[in-house]
C-alpha cells in the first residue's frame, strides 16, 4: 500500500532476526571481521536514539574539548559509519523523486576503517551481536537508548527526512507504527537491540545511557563519560560543552549531506529534541497496543526507560 522503498533483508546472527539494508547483507564477514583497536571508540544505537548528541559530547571529551574542529567538521566526518555499503541512488534506484539528488552520499566506511589512524571513532547502529566479536574487550563503547515510542516518531520524520517513502505514498504516522511494531522497518525490532546492550552494561568497557538521562541531567553524564574516558576538566570548560550540545545550539549546525537549509517544518534532522512527544501523535489505539508491545517486549528485562523530569 504504503511502502519504504529501500531494499531490506532480514539478517540473522545468533537467535534474533533483524531486519537490515540489502547493502549491509552483502558485506555481512566484512563488517563482523573489522578489526578493533584498544584506543578506538565506538558509539552505537538503535536510529533516533540519540546518537549524533552522544557522538558530539563523546567527541569533544575525547578530543580535549576542540571546539573549533567541532564546529568545522562534521561530525559525519569525525566517525566512520561502518553499517552498510550504499549509494543514495542505490538505495532507491526506481525513485524518480528528484530531491533524491539534494541527498546523494557513499557510505563504505567498513572499507575505510583499517588504514584510518588512530585514534577512531566508529559508528553503528547494528546490535552489538553484529559487530566484531572483540569489540568490547578490546575498545571503549557507547550505547544509547531512547524510549521506543518515541523513537518511532522521530523516525517517521526521519524516513521523511531521507525520503525512504515511496513520494506518491501518503504514509501515515500510524501505519508507520503499524509497520515498525511488526519488525519491518529497518534495524527493527528495537527492544532486543536494546536489551543487547543492557545485558553488557556492567563490562568495563561498555558505557550504556539513556536518552531521557541526558534530557534529565546532561551535566552528571558529562561527568560520567569523563570519568569513563579518564578525562578531567573545569567546572566552566563542562559548562562550555554543556552549552555547546544544547539542542538549539546543534540545530545551528547542518549535518554533511543534508540538505543545508531545512524548512521549519518537522521534516529536519534536529526535530524536537524532547521526551514524550509521542503522545502528540499516538491516537488512543496505538498508546494502547504500544503500552501491551512494551509490556511483553520488557518482560524478560529489569531495563526500564527512565521518565522525564
Ligand atoms: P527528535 O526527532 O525526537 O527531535 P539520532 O542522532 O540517533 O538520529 O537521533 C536523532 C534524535 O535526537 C532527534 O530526535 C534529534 O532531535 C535528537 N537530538 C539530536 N541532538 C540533540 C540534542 N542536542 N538534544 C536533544 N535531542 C537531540
Same mark, same amino acid.
Given at each position: 500500500?504504503?511502502?519504504?522503498?529501500?531494499?531490506?533483508?532480514?539478517?540473522?546472527?545468533?537467535?534474533?532476526?533483524?531486519?537490515?539494508?540489502?547493502?549491509?547483507?552483502?558485506?555481512?564477514?566484512? *563488517?563482523?571481521?573489522?578489526?578493533?583497536?584498544? #584506543?578506538?571508540?565506538?558509539?552505537?544505537?538503535?536510529?533516533?536514539?540519540?546518537?549524533?548528541?552522544?557522538?558530539?559530547?563523546?567527541?569533544?571529551?575525547?578530543?580535549?574539548?576542540?571546539?573549533?574542529?567541532?564546529?568545522?567538521?562534521?561530525?559525519?566526518?569525525?566517525?566512520?559509519?561502518?553499517?552498510?555499503?550504499?549509494?543514495?541512488?542505490?538505495?532507491?534506484?526506481?525513485?524518480?523523486?528528484?530531491?533524491?539528488? =539534494?541527498?546523494?552520499?557513499?557510505?563504505? #566506511?567498513?572499507?575505510?576503517?583499517?588504514?584510518?589512524?588512530?585514534?577512531?571513532?566508529?559508528?553503528?547502529?547494528?546490535?552489538?551481536? +553484529?559487530?566484531?566479536?572483540?569489540?568490547?574487550?578490546?575498545?571503549?563503547?557507547?550505547? *544509547?537508548?531512547? #524510549?521506543?515510542?518515541?523513537?518511532?516518531?522521530?523516525?517517521?520524520?526521519?524516513?521523511?527526512?531521507?525520503?525512504?517513502?515511496?513520494?506518491? =505514498?501518503?504514509?501515515?504516522?500510524?501505519?508507520?507504527?503499524?509497520?515498525?511494531?511488526?519488525?519491518?522497518?529497518?534495524?527493527?525490532?528495537?527492544?532486543?537491540?536494546?536489551?543487547?546492550?543492557?545485558?553488557?552494561?556492567?563490562?568495563?568497557?561498555?558505557? +550504556?545511557? +539513556?536518552?531521557?538521562?541526558?534530557?534529565?541531567?546532561?551535566?552528571?553524564?558529562? #561527568?560520567?563519560?569523563?570519568? +569513563?574516558?579518564?578525562?578531567?576538566?573545569?567546572?566552566?570548560?563542562?559548562?562550555?560543552?554543556?552549552?555547546?550540545?544544547?539542542?538549539?545550539?546543534?540545530?545551528?549546525?547542518?549535518?554533511?549531506?543534508?540538505?543545508?537549509?531545512?524548512?521549519?517544518?518537522?521534516?529536519?534532522?534536529?526535530?524536537?529534541?524532547?521526551?514524550?512527544?509521542?503522545?502528540?501523535?499516538?491516537?488512543?489505539?496505538?498508546?494502547?497496543?504500544?503500552?501491551?508491545?512494551?509490556?511483553?517486549?520488557?518482560?524478560?528485562?529489569?531495563?526500564?526507560?527512565?521518565?522525564? *523530569?
Amino acid at each position: 500500500k504504503y511502502y519504504t522503498g529501500y531494499a531490506r533483508r532480514f539478517v540473522r546472527m545468533g537467535p534474533q532476526k533483524y531486519i537490515l539494508s540489502a547493502g549491509y547483507g552483502d558485506h555481512v564477514p566484512e *563488517i563482523y571481521n573489522l578489526d578493533v583497536r584498544p #584506543d578506538d571508540i565506538w558509539v552505537t544505537t538503535f536510529p533516533r536514539s540519540g546518537t549524533t548528541w552522544l557522538q558530539e559530547i563523546v567527541w569533544l571529551i575525547a578530543n580535549n574539548l576542540d571546539f573549533e574542529t567541532a564546529k568545522n567538521v562534521s561530525i559525519t566526518k569525525r566517525y566512520a559509519y561502518i553499517d552498510y555499503r550504499a549509494q543514495r541512488f542505490e538505495i532507491r534506484p526506481e525513485s524518480k523523486d528528484p530531491s533524491l539528488k =539534494a541527498l546523494t552520499w557513499t557510505h563504505d #566506511d567498513f572499507r575505510t576503517l583499517p588504514n584510518m589512524t588512530s585514534p577512531r571513532y566508529v559508528k553503528s547502529h547494528l546490535p552489538l551481536s +553484529f559487530l566484531p566479536p572483540k569489540l568490547l574487550d578490546t575498545a571503549k563503547v557507547f550505547y *544509547i537508548a531512547r #524510549d521506543p515510542r518515541d523513537v518511532v516518531v522521530s523516525y517517521y520524520f526521519g524516513h521523511k527526512l531521507f525520503r525512504y517513502f515511496d513520494a506518491d =505514498a501518503a504514509v501515515e504516522m500510524k501505519d508507520f507504527w503499524d509497520l515498525f511494531k511488526n519488525d519491518l522497518v529497518m534495524h527493527t525490532p528495537i527492544l532486543p537491540h536494546v536489551k543487547e546492550a543492557w545485558l553488557q552494561r556492567d563490562h568495563p568497557n561498555m558505557m +550504556f545511557l +539513556f536518552y531521557e538521562e541526558l534530557q534529565n541531567d546532561v551535566s552528571s553524564v558529562i #561527568d560520567k563519560i569523563c570519568s +569513563f574516558l579518564g578525562k578531567e576538566y573545569t567546572a566552566a570548560q563542562k559548562q562550555q560543552l554543556t552549552e555547546h550540545v544544547n539542542f538549539n545550539n546543534m540545530k545551528k549546525k547542518p549535518i554533511a549531506g543534508l540538505p543545508k537549509k531545512e524548512e521549519e517544518t518537522e521534516i529536519t534532522f534536529f526535530r524536537k529534541g524532547k521526551s514524550g512527544n509521542w503522545r502528540q501523535y499516538f491516537d488512543e489505539e496505538m498508546t494502547k497496543e504500544a503500552e501491551e508491545y512494551m509490556e511483553r517486549n520488557l518482560k524478560d528485562t529489569d531495563m526500564r526507560f527512565p521518565s522525564v *523530569i
